[in-house]
């Protein structure tokens, strides 16, 4: 089982940007899809939020900007970013809460991050 994160590049300010994140493998069930970002000399922090129904929840400085949605037929989860600013440069993961099989724990799995630049 692997995430798999795409989507990042270098952007304008003001721009947009979209990124994915595919799970693959022999998965049994997905809860919590999330993703985070880590700037240079910073900690990783939480951007945004899905909850397996579609709930989400934003960090305030991403609220307004960013979308996150999901697509549970394909195993994958999206992050629409838009208005992009400088300080929203850093590398994005994905992180998800899976079950392999039937009755079993979840487990945490981490994508490898992508990427993300905004600069004039």
């Known amino acids: 089982v692997q995430l798999q994160a795409s989507g990042g590049g270098l952007v304008q300010p003001g721009g947009s940007l979209r990124l994915s994140c595919a799970a693959s493998?022999?998965?049994?069930?997905?809860?919590?899809m999330e993703w985070y970002r880590q700037a240079p000399g910073k900690q990783r922090e939480l951007v945004a939020t899905?909850?397996?129904?579609?709930?989400?929840i934003y960090s305030n400085s991403v609220k307004g900007r960013f979308t996150i949605s999901r697509d549970n037929a394909e195993n994958t989860v999206y992050l629409q970013m838009n208005s992009l600013k400088p300080e929203d440069t850093a590398v994005y993961y994905c992180?998800?809460?899976?079950?392999?099989?039937?009755?079993?724990?979840?487990?945490?799995?981490w994508g490898q991050g992508t990427e993300v630049t905004v600069s004039s």
């Open positions: 992180r998800a809460d899976l079950a392999l099989v039937s009755g079993s724990v979840y487990y945490q799995y």
């Open positions: 493998g022999s998965i049994f069930s997905i809860k919590v």
């Open positions: 899905i909850s397996s129904s579609g709930t989400p």
